[in-house]
């Protein structure tokens, strides 16, 4: 017997003994009080719980049926009353009300809460074929059911649930409606808004086992569009397909259905698919130049598809067309693969053998352009002379001129021809930019750079006034037409009105910025000479000069009479004769001692500022008389000075600071190995001391480690050339010329131009990469702006050319891969450093790759004989070979280059000499290939020429 029945017979046989206890309205348990023995009053459950029979009170075990009005349900439809123990009060079982209920296998259990009226949904009257777990006519909120279909068929959604809310027409009258919903394909839960149906099913299509399904499902609807791909370097012969069904046969009267795959061509329309689908080997593009163009441009092309390539504008390939073709498999492998053979001119197809690259049709030779304020001229070579007949070289203004600045425009036009030449451009205007291009009818762009000519000195400023309100010169700017302004120089000259004679001069620079200047101290009865000038980089302009006067006041007590005063119809008083006054000089002189007044006789030392000097370097006051009154002498100040014999004489002119020494404007010539100085001097005398030195401006430090030069020279005469001694490249030098013992005259920090750049000397292959790796050139020839590598590739098997790439390097990169090959390749690569005069000597490494396909250096170089001195036309050279593995050995090339240059001898190397040509005049050139494999003296000449 179970629990349940145990619980029950003992409830039954003590019943009679226990007073009736009422059940409390909340809950399914009721402790009896005073009433009808054996009663179990009616359960307070939910209100729409309808009882039948309805009764206020129930006999123990009576079995009442609960409905609930609607669609609404109740959560238990059979219950009945029973007597069940409480707890011991006082020794005594304390007994209640409890209410059993009937689940859904009919099983009495205890009924834990109120009974309620819950919503529910009818069966969904959907598709006849559908299967529903658990399979019942009504089904609780939020109950899951689990949806099947017959062999060949699949719901539209295998799990679904009803949610049983009210859809209210009015506050009043509630209608419950069965809203169902379903779980994508997803997880998510989404409100189902027809039918649910058994849909018609294909099986996975069992093709190419590498081929990859989106969405990846054992079973595929019909229609439903499935996305196919492959592996890389592979690709499906179809994309898109769907399945479908279509009669096969007719049974009994009943047609016999079939699946039947669709793929989606390229069109965008749906085919039968007659064969199975797989995965096509593909040729991917290929990775050869970035300068080639192809069309059509793909990332996989599909076998025997011709493709046309062309480079790039301005580069040039034999290649016409390519295709990819099934090759034979490698030796000891049984997989076939892809490669590419190619279409030359010539119509044949060719086996494609290393990388294709892109040449340049047209070159500029680096540091051959020559840019002035008037001019801009190259050098140029082409790899093509067959179409370099049809050049064109032209120049142009870049843009438009409009005003202040003004430009021509110019008609530059030049055919070219042959394969190397020079084009000058017609004279042009200063700081004006250019349109340089070469180019092949109709317009086709060989080579196109904008170039901006040079600045020169300025024009002179047009519009030059005095405002005689505020005593300033005013000027209206200068517009940069030939060079940014930088700045204005001012020359103001003071002589006396009167007689013209000179009383001070003043030199001022002014920024860009400034359009006017007061000179100060403008004393009456003056006259001023003003000049200003433009300053560019390059220097000081034409002058515009402008002249006033500054008037005497009625109220000025004083006449200037040459260099002595006397007051007004008044004489000098005995006690003002033994002195005199300040003399009015030069304002930049300085006198020792400092006074207002000095005593007859007393000596006066004069002074100027660094660069200065004074026309009288010591003065004393003197008296002498000019007149007799009433018979009484009239005294005047004269002033005498020392002349360079020590000879006391009278000053007859105003004592001024002269400037010793002046640099010819325009004349400072720099180079990268020198600096060079035109000098005049105004006082002879004092220039026959000076001393004119170049010296390093700061200490030099590795890397870049300068000489200290020891240029000096005594300067002599009114005016002279200085030049330093060869000096370094891209180095801060300073120029002075000084007196003794320390007073400087002039003195300028300059740095000296820039140069082509040391060949490099660290270079390295990284074997875990195959990368050759260099360290950074130093600027100490000239900013290193970047690198220029040259790589050439050779077949192992038969030393054939493989591919030759030119590279142009930012200064920032210090590594570059080796382009692939197979192994037992070899490698010859040339660096150069760039700046901006070019690149300079190239060193040359070679590099073999092994069995492992990974490279290795090779003990090769380009090995050089100099200072040669012919006597007879010939030379004879001892040559021994050159140390290296057996299988290596291969021909030698003799190169002569005609030059006593070492960086031209190195540079050599690096290029590509062609055969000696007795009708040109030669450069560098190879006179003979050897293949030498033991000492031999070999001799080199014509018994004519003694060039190289």
Not at 382 to 404: E, F, I, K, N
Not at 599 to 615: D, I, R
């Amino acid at each position: 017997m179970t629990l349940q029945g145990l619980a029950l017979v003992f409830v039954l046989v003590l019943a009679p003994q226990l007073p009736a206890q009422g059940q409390k309205d909340a809950g399914p348990k009721n402790q009896r009080g005073a009433k009808e023995a054996g009663k179990c009053p009616k359960p307070q459950w939910d209100e729409r719980v309808q009882f039948v029979p309805s009764k206020n009170s129930y006999e123990e075990n009576e079995e009442l049926t609960l409905t609930c009005p609607g669609d609404l349900k109740p959560s238990f439809s059979k219950v009945k009353c029973a007597r069940e123990l409480l707890r011991v009060s006082s020794g005594e079982p304390v007994y209640g009300d409890a209410w059993w209920g009937r689940n859904s296998t009919s099983a009495w259990m205890l009924i834990e809460r109120a009974v309620e009226c819950i919503e529910t949904c009818k069966r969904p009257q959907w598709d006849s074929r559908l299967q529903l777990a658990p399979d019942k006519e009504k089904y609780k909120k939020n109950e899951e059911v689990m949806l099947s279909c017959p062999a060949g068929f699949q719901p539209s959604f295998t799990h679904i649930k009803c949610l049983g809310e009210d859809q209210p027409i009015t506050s009043w009258n509630p209608v419950y409606t069965d809203p169902w919903v379903g779980r994508d394909s997803g997880g998510d839960w989404t409100r189902i808004q027809s039918s649910v149906e058994c849909i018609e099913t294909c099986k996975r299509p069992q093709w190419d086992s590498r081929l990859q399904l989106a969405p990846d499902e054992e079973k595929y609807k019909m229609n439903e569009e499935v996305m196919l791909s492959c592996p890389a370097g592979f690709q499906p012969s179809f994309t898109h397909v769907k399945c479908a069904r279509e009669v096969q046969s007719v049974s009994h009267g009943k047609p016999v259905y079939r699946e039947v795959w669709f793929g989606g061509d390229s069109g965008g329309d749906w085919t039968r698919i007659q064969s199975s689908v797989e995965c096509i080997g593909k040729c991917q593009k290929p990775q050869w130049d970035a300068r080639f163009i192809f069309d059509p441009d793909r990332g996989l092309y599909t076998p025997n598809e011709v493709v046309k390539m062309r480079c790039a504008e301005g580069y040039w390939s034999s290649a016409v067309e390519i295709t990819c073709v099934k090759l034979y498999p490698r030796q000891g492998s049984s997989i076939s693969h892809s490669g590419w053979i190619v279409r030359k001119d010539t119509g044949h197809w060719h086996r494609i053998e290393g990388n294709m690259t892109c040449v340049e049709d047209f070159q500029v030779v680096p540091g051959t352009l020559e840019i002035s304020s008037t001019s801009i001229k190259l050098n140029w070579t082409c790899r093509l002379p067959d179409v370099c007949q049809r050049m064109r070289a032209t120049c142009r203004l870049a843009v438009p001129s409009s005003p202040p600045c003004e430009a021509e425009e110019v008609k530059g036009e030049e055919m070219l021809h042959g394969g190397e030449g020079t084009f000058t451009c017609p004279p042009l205007q200063p700081f004006t930019v250019y349109s340089f291009t070469i180019s092949l009818p109709p317009n086709k762009v060989l080579y196109t750079q904008l170039i901006t000519t040079k600045e020169s000195v300025p024009d002179k400023p047009e519009k030059l006034w005095l405002d005689p309100s505020t005593g300033s010169i005013k000027w209206q700017p200068l517009p940069s037409c030939k060079g940014k302004i930088i700045g204005y120089q001012l020359n103001i000259t003071a002589r006396r009105a009167h007689n013209g004679s000179f009383l001070e001069f003043k030199q001022v620079m002014v920024n860009q910025s400034v359009t006017q200047y007061t000179p100060p101290h403008q004393t009456p009865g003056s006259k001023y000479t003003v000049t200003v000038q433009g300053l560019t980089a390059t220097g000081a302009g034409a002058a515009s000069v402008l002249e006033f006067e500054s008037y005497v006041s009625e109220l000025q007590p004083y006449e200037n009479l040459d260099n002595y005063c006397v007051v007004k119809k008044t004489l000098l008083a005995e006690e003002d004769a033994e002195t005199c006054k300040r003399p009015r000089w030069d304002s930049r002189l300085q006198l020792a001692p400092d006074e207002e007044k000095y005593k007859m006789n007393e000596e006066v030392m004069l002074s100027c500022p660094a660069g200065f000097q004074p026309s009288f370097t010591h003065v004393k006051c003197a008296r002498e008389v000019q007149s007799v009154s009433h018979g009484k002498p009239v005294y005047r100040e004269v002033w005498l000075g020392r002349d360079s014999r020590g000879v006391w004489i009278r000053i007859r002119s105003n004592v001024e600071c002269i400037e010793v020494l002046q640099v010819v404007p325009g004349t400072l010539e720099i180079s990268s190995t020198s600096i060079k100085l035109n000098w005049t001097c105004r006082l002879p005398d004092v220039c026959q001391r000076m001393r004119a030195t170049c010296r390093l401006a700061v200490p030099s430090s590795p890397p870049c480690e300068a000489e200290e030069v020891k240029g000096e020279e005594m300067l002599h005469g009114g005016e002279g050339t200085f030049t330093c001694p060869p000096l370094q490249p891209f180095t801060d030098y300073s120029v002075t010329i000084s007196l003794p013992p320390s007073t400087v005259l002039f003195t300028w920090l300059v740095r000296t131009g820039e140069t082509v750049p040391d060949k490099p000397e660290k270079l390295w292959l990284d074997p875990s990469t195959g990368s050759i790796k260099w360290e950074k050139l130093p600027s100490c020839n000239g900013e290193i702006i970047g690198y220029q590598l040259n790589i050439t590739a050779w077949s192992a098997q038969d030393g054939g050319f493989l591919e030759m790439q030119r590279l142009r390097l930012s200064s920032s990169v210090t590594e570059h891969s080796l382009p692939g090959h197979s192994p037992g390749s070899s490698y010859v690569v040339t660096m150069q450093g760039v700046t901006n005069t070019g690149a300079g000597a190239a060193s040359l490494w070679e590099f073999q790759t092994d069995s492992s396909d990974t490279p290795h250096p090779l003990d090769i170089s380009c090995r050089s004989v100099r200072d040669i001195s012919p006597s007879q036309g010939t030379v004879v050279l001892p040559l021994r070979p050159i140390a290296r593995p057996p299988e290596m050995a291969r021909e030698h090339q003799l190169i002569v280059v005609v030059t006593h240059n070492g960086t031209a001898v190195e540079g050599a190397c690096s290029g590509e000499p062609q055969p000696f040509n007795a009708s040109q005049q030669p450069g560098t050139y190879v006179a003979a290939v050897i293949n030498l494999t033991a000492s031999t003296d070999f001799v080199l000449g014509d018994r004519q020429g003694r060039r190289g």
